[in-house]
């Protein structure tokens, strides 16, 4: 479902950097952030990416969403090369084909759960008697039925996060890439999300998470970490009991 072959991806330092990392002049010095990756990963199965604050997590996960090009190497997801799309192409791709979970939450204020929900797919020509639907569907799936009508700022962090899982669920989505989903919640809330993700892999989504995140060792199908931008080591684990982390 998503395959990537020795993907490669650098960006220039700044002058700050140059000097820490040994550039010269003033352009600073191309630094990998992503280094060669490749790996391939099945439908179905929850798969988290662990690493710390600039190991190269985000990179990754915005160019398997096409949001960014690598420097070298392809990325297919479900069955598209997804580095050979247009920008029209990834957009559409990513409405009807990826859908993305932001660590930001991406929602538009003034706007309501619903139409955040579903805002993507009425721009690409859904219409919004279906589209309503669609999204009370998926609010209802990720546990904030009857939400709909709400605001952002009247939302928890918990439920702004699952708002973002919900606009990731519309449409014949069969990817969920997630960026570092649980940084604001508490450990009940991000629990529960790392279950919803489990639920979704269950009923035959790719979902990718990338995380530091603890908790989720005891969701995912795999695990690998990565650092500097490599993909240093794969560990096939056994879910862990979820009540060790209720401890």
Known sequence: MISLDTVYKTYQSDSEHSVRLGGVGSGGVAV????????????????????????????????????????????N??????????????????????????????????????DNVSLAQVAGGMRRSAAKRAAEEALRRVGLDGLGGRFPQQLSSGQKQRVGVARALLGA??????????????????????????????DGMTVL????????????????????GKVVEELRIE?????????
């Open 32 to 75: 990998p952030a992503v280094e060669r990756v490749s790996f391939n990963i099945a439908t179905g199965q929850l798969v988290a990416i662990y690493g710390v604050s600039g190991s190269g997590k985000t990179t990754l996960i915005n160019m398997i969403a096409g949001l960014d090009d690598p420097d070298s190497g392809t990325v």
């Open 77 to 114: 997801v479900a069955g598209v090369e997804v580095t050979a799309l247009s920008a029209d192409q990834r957009a559409a791709f990513r409405r009807e084909s990826v859908g993305v979970v932001f660590q930001e939450y991406n929602l538009i204020a003034n706007a309501t759960v619903a």
């Open 173 to 202: 989505r069969k990817v969920m890439l997630v960026d570092e989903p649980t940084g604001a919640l508490d450990a009940v809330n991000s629990l529960a999300l790392f279950a919803l993700f489990r639920e979704l892999a269950d």
């Open 239 to 247: 879910k862990l009991r979820i009540e060790e982390f209720e401890k």
């Open 209 to 228: 998470v990338a995380t530091h995140d603890p908790m989720a060792r005891g969701y995912a199908d795999r695990v690998f970490s990565i650092a500097d």
